[in-house]
């Protein structure tokens, strides 16, 4: 495939066209409107989902898209990236009885209709005097937010980036989640009154014991970091990329002119290799390859995110692991290759892929992109001095409260891998208990003192 | 939030959602669950003499793979003696004291009979009572019901019999198995009735078991009528009301009941003259969390229109409801393809060239291909018919066509003719 530059930006605008008005009606009549129902048992944010469905039939838009942005404040993300046959669309009674209904594309049409009507969903609460500062504006940090704005805290997030929205705004691919649609949910937010420091780092441009002395409580959301080091040679090369840079860079300012026509080899097969790869087809690559030490029953990306990849070209090559990044003059020119076989499973269950001695080989390839997940913000963290498991901060799961009384965190920064990728409406879903467990202990802190 | 209270000839009512008098409100339990889930009031389950239901009761229309759209029983009153009724009742209120509970009543065309149980229900602390005169089957064998309601000698008397006793408001329940409402409605009026509700359900047979050859539903081999209810009955009970509404003859307030299902069958009841709304099929066919729609989607409509009381609505249409001789004869519409949505089913071309006036024709663009349906508006008389059959809604619009000629009903065409007048 080779792209014409010009036509490269169309390729980037979102992919799943919207329902159309008929269809949507004709969806939202078919819904059985469950009792109990087992699709929001399936939403980990626990969406009133036939509701927001029976209020698009009685054409009560505004009405739909509050119920969905109330269980999940940024449900209009969520309508375009969750894995809905492995959530609400799996468990949907009618997978039985005839096919599911589109829960995923209801929700986005109701959410759309509250984007372009530019409607206020929510009005902040009372306000009752205390503060909570959160680091890090993605789904868990903005889910808070907008809980405690609504109870009634003054909440100041920083964020490091120019823009709110974490991993929304900045690291899913457009054609799967246009920015305008995280950052309106970050505009819902900004509406109730949250003040949103960004271009902020903490760390650097404020220190963790002036959030403890300034605020009541204080929530890391900070998410994950970059993709870490494969550790083998050549990785210093030009030619060398991180994915979640790559697609960063696809959100913000102009497309880059050196993928067109060339070969990409992506590594890893997680969401992010997916998004990385689907990229670098649309910028114009030739060929594209993710190469995965596993086969295609342990990979970690959705499988409507594996079928949307090879529908765009994505090659796929399982059980090869890179052995060095070749180059000529300090660019890439080749990636040298082991064959891997499975041998026994490890604590996880999955089985642990072993080199086969002597199959090396090379392909010529001119970019490498590394997608084999994302490091933790190991310095932060312990520069908060909380505990801590390989980065993976420690919580008591009921209150999201960290070994420090009044550090919590929420979303990726607790989120221990295991075999599955990170979700965002997990993310969503820990920031708005966070919220409630430190509403529950200001309070009864409150409670305490008065007695 | 919109203020949706409302008030019903003195009856007041935390929003204008109620539970119709039916087995929604059969027992405590029930009402109190309604409640919690938001309903502003409840017409209990019918009191009178204790009867004895059959089973089976129910039966329904399915159409077009849509369930419910119409509904049919052979129920009868309540089953439950008036005493554990009278003490659930007592219960509910006082549990719900905000709410409004309205006890629904049937007894036979005996004076002390209305007047003992009138005094019974109102000593519990009841809002209002409701006279069922609508019951159309068994309770009628028996005199009661719709018997009482297709006769407006005997509705006049009974109210006047209730009047003579109740110190809270007085609703008369009317069937509509009867010519014309109007005349029933004026009786309850002039028998003192403070309001009147409709409409009760429909004499109906739904189907017949083709295998079988017998009555859905039967009870051992044999069927009865039963009565017909749900969304499939909506506009027999709008016109209803619409009428009764705009009638000075009747001249008190309405409960609109029949085929509410959303808050837009609601706001149309209101719009026609309708001061609040009851509904039974609906709950029953999706449980009493359907109020929380009604609710929010009504609240949502006052709000986006800048209207600040639910009360502000009522009746706000029922002038733009009137007889047939009053329509302006030189006012035209003509149907108009949008070509950008239309989806090529041809329905609109056969609905047209088959029953209506052959006016929408298939056309052939020589340079595409493409088949293009275009109305000849000369021809067409803007029956709607082809935007009814019409899957994609919005895609055939009826627009006006100024006729230049000054508005003309028929009556007054009539008058002009009979004075020798000019006309055509
Ligand atoms: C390429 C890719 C594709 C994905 N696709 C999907 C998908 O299809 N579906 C799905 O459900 N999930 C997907 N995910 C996962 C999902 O994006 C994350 O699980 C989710 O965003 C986590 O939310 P969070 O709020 O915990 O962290 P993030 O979204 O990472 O947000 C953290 C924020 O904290 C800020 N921050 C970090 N350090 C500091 C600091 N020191 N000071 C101030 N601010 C700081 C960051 O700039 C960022 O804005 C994908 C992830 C990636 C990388
Ligand atoms: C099973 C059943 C039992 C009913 N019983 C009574 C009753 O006891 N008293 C009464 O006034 N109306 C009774 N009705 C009529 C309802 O109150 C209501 O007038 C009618 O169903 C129309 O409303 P809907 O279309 O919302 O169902 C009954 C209806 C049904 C379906
Ligand atoms: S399980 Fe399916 S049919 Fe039932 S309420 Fe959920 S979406 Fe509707
Ligand atoms: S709805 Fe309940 S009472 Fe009625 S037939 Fe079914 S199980 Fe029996
Ligand atoms: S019925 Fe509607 S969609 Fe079908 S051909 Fe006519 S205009 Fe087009």
Redo the contacts between chains.
Sequence with gaps: MSVHTDERRHLFEEATPPLK??EA?DEA?RCL?C?DAPCIKACPTSIDIP?FI??I????L??SARTIMEANPVGASCARVCPTEELCEGACVLNHASKPIMIGLLQRHATDWAIRNQAALFQPGEKNGKTVAIVGAGPAGISAARELARLGYDVTVYEAKEKAGGLNTYGIVSFRLPQEVSLWEVEQVASLGVRFLTNTRVGVDVQPEELLQNYDAVLLAVGMGNVPQLGIEGEELEGVLDAITLVEETKNGPLREDFIGKKVAVIGAGNTAIDAATCSKRLGADQVQILYRRTEKEMTAYPFEYEFAKQDGVEFRWLVAPKRIIGTDGRVTGIELTRMKLGEADEKGRRRPEPISGSEYVVEVDFVVKAIGQERLLPLIESFGIGHSKGVISIDPTTYRTTHPRIYAAGDVIFGGGGVDAMVVDAANHGKRAAHAIHAALVEKTARESD | MADLRINLAGIESPNPFWLASAPPTNSGYQVQRAFDAGWGGAVWKTLGEPIINVTSRFAALHYGG?RVLGFNNIELITDRPLDVNLKEMAETKKLFPKHTLIASLMVEHKREAWHEIVKQVEAIGVDGLELNFGCPHGMAERGMGSAVGQHPDLIRQQVEWVKEVAQTPVIVKLTPNITDIRFTARAASQGGADAISMINTINSLIGVDLDRWLPIPHVDGKGAHGGYCGPAVKPIALNMVAECARDPLVGIPISGIGGIS???DAVEFLLMGATGVQVCTAAMH??F??V??MI??LN?YLE?KGIASVMDIVGKAVHTYSDWGNLNLNYKVVARIHEETCINCNKCHIACEDTSHQCIDIIKDQATGKERLVVREEDCVGCNLCSIVC???GTIEMVEIPTGEPPLTWNQRQAALASGGATE
Excluded: C, M
């Excluded at chain 1, 039939?57 to 009560?60: D, L």
């Design positions: 008005p008929k009606l009549n409107y009792y509701s029976k209020k039939a009685t054409g009560n505004f009405g | 849509q959303t808050w837009r999706h449980g969390r359907i929380e729609d929010d989607g949502q986006q899957p994609v809604e």
